[in-house]
């Protein structure tokens, strides 16, 4: 009995996918690194559009900490004006 085994190489392995992952773990590391799975023509698709997603995730977080935060130090600074 024969059995057809199809290998995709557009296929990320589990091996691939863990490694990505420690690398995600580290602070700086891991920005840099989402910039050059994402845009870089020679990483697979799925991996490709994963880095993009994350991309836009960090932004996204980045953008409502900083809004927060400028909320947050705004409501410090004249927030004890209003209550006397």
Do not use: C
């Not at 990505?20 to 989402?34: G, K």
């Amino acid at each position: 009995m024969q059995q057809n085994q199809f290998q995709d190489h557009n296929t990320v392995t589990i091996g691939e996918w863990m490694l990505t992952l420690f690398i995600t773990f580290i602070p700086l590391v891991n920005i840099i690194m989402f910039v050059v799975w994402a845009f870089s023509s020679s990483t697979k698709r799925s991996k490709s559009n994963w880095a993009k997603a994350m991309l836009l995730w960090a932004l996204i977080f980045i953008v409502l900490g900083f809004s927060l935060g400028v909320l947050g130090i705004g409501a410090a600074l004249f927030g004890s004006q209003y209550a006397n």
